[in-house]
């Protein structure tokens, strides 16, 4: 308001070069605080003088210009997409081939602000020729270095197939897999992201990442004292494993299934959802996978996510979970009924207070479409909706003319005196399951 950044932009082109360092650090500052005056930045016509000459300034001044073009693309993609138009791309190049290491760590920090947006202003991170340049900042001998251009990498590839692949193309999926043995857990964090941000777009880039052995290394990251290490590691397995049964069952053989259950075991809150969602993307694949989980205590395992966490998206991601494993078979489904699990998911699935979300999630149709274990299905039936009945006494008409067992107890436990208090329109599904029970019993006994 006082008119500071009319009165430091002719400093940039001062004579003396601590004056022009400083002048642009106060622009820096000035752009980093908000979008507003970070636009005001660019309104003001400073950036091409900021860039005037940069290849020619020393190195203090190229690391503060790109402080300050990293200040202003921050914000948004409209102001990013201001950088390109001036010709920044060019200067950062420029910078990336600096010999100084820190003028190289601030270009390749810029170009991660710029590539974070949206693939539009990634292809032109790309298409500036950086992408080479950047694998060569990841082999450099500097952590701080190391750790920005692999984040860089992991900024430019999550956006789309294309640009995943044009990172990989040059060649930096070997070296980003070599890292991951580093003892540094930010570099690993950052280098995870990016095998993450690379291999989750398609099964071809997903089979890449896993040729290069990650597996079962990356499995020690899901114990590391580091909780981002930890989620991504966890996010990375998962990513891969959603592709096809066979990468799946290369994790599964691995140890990664029992490996993820005693990760989300040791952990509370966000950090536990990728590892939620790794095990029932493994499940959904198929009944071998499911089975897997099973047999590893996944079911137990997940049941204590849902009645530990209060946040629905990892609730709703738990259900899901739960529905992949239980919905191959009726084996699969007694697996999850017998957890005592059915009448916490009917509760949800009636609780208009959890999001949609949570409520399309917790249909228990899945489930009660293959299981067969009455015994787990007669306490719903006080409680269920029409909905949701239809499904349970369906599978009553199933089982009991097959087991007088099982017709003995679903007398004596109050469960077919129960049946006949449900009010069914005439001719309905529901109706025509009721009297399919009916008809398993004398009519005196029904009566």
């Known amino acids: 308001d006082s008119g500071v950044m009319s009165s430091l932009k002719p400093l940039l082109m001062d004579d003396v070069p601590a004056i022009q360092q400083t002048a642009a650090l106060a622009l820096g500052r000035l752009a980093n605080y908000n979008h507003d005056l970070a636009e005001a930045v660019v309104k003001g016509n400073i950036l091409p003088q900021l860039l005037c000459s940069l290849s020619d300034q020393n190195r203090s001044y190229k690391k503060t210009a790109a402080f300050v073009l990293r200040a202003v693309g921050k914000h948004s993609p409209q102001l990013a997409q201001e950088l390109v138009r001036c010709g920044a791309l060019e200067m950062l190049v420029i910078c990336l081939e600096d010999f100084d290491p820190g003028v190289r760590e601030a270009a390749c920090w810029t170009l991660g602000c710029i590539a974070q947006h949206n693939s539009e202003l990634s292809q032109a991170v790309v298409d500036a020729g950086t992408i080479p340049l950047l694998v060569l900042c990841i082999q450099e001998p500097g952590i701080a270095l190391k750790r920005i251009a692999a984040s860089t990498l992991s900024e430019i590839s999550k956006h789309s197939t294309s640009l995943a692949q044009a990172v990989v193309d040059a060649g930096a999926l070997t070296h980003l897999a070599q890292m991951i043995v580093h003892p540094d857990a930010k570099l690993k964090c950052q280098v995870l992201s990016a095998l993450c941000q690379i291999g989750?777009?398609?099964?071809?880039?997903?089979?890449?990442v896993a040729e290069e052995r990650i597996f079962p290394f990356v499995f020690t990251f899901l114990k590391d004292s580091d909780n981002h290490v930890k989620k991504n590691g966890a996010t990375?397995?998962?990513?891969?494993?959603?592709?096809?049964?066979?990468?799946?069952?290369?994790?599964?053989?691995?140890?990664?299934?029992?490996?993820?259950?005693?990760?989300?075991?040791?952990?509370?809150?966000?950090?536990?959802?990728?590892?939620?969602?790794?095990?029932?993307?493994?499940?959904?694949?198929?009944?071998?996978?499911?089975?897997a989980v099973i047999v590893s205590k996944g079911v137990p395992s997940l049941c204590a996510c849902l009645l530990e966490e209060s946040e629905d998206h990892i609730k709703a991601a738990t259900v899901w979970a739960l529905g992949q494993v239980g919905k191959h078979t009726p084996e699969h489904a007694r697996a999850v009924a017998t957890a005592n699990v059915l009448p916490k998911l009917l509760k949800m699935h009636m609780d208009y207070s959890c999001s949609t979300d949570l409520q399309m999630k917790a249909t228990l149709k899945d489930i009660l479409k293959k299981c067969t274990d009455l015994s787990a299905l007669q306490p719903l039936l006080h409680d269920a909706p029409p909905s949701i009945l239809k499904y349970i006494i369906e599978q009553f008409s199933k089982v009991l003319p097959h087991d007088r067992k099982a017709r003995r107890l679903f007398v004596t436990s109050g469960a077919l005196k129960k049946v006949q208090e449900i009010k069914a329109e005439s001719g309905s599904p529901l109706q025509e399951y009721i009297n399919a029970v009916n008809n398993c019993f004398p009519e005196d006994i029904v009566r």
Do not use: Q, T, W
Not at 269 to 284: D, F, N, Y
């Open 236 to 291: 990375l397995i998962k990513e891969i494993a959603k592709h096809s049964p066979e990468l799946s069952h290369l994790i599964v053989s691995a140890g990664g299934v029992a490996a993820m259950i005693d990760y989300i075991g040791s952990c509370r809150g966000s950090i536990r959802l990728p590892g939620i969602m790794m095990l029932g993307v493994v499940a959904a694949h198929s009944e071998n996978l499911a089975m």
């Open 200 to 208: 989750k777009h398609s099964l071809d880039l997903a089979l890449l």
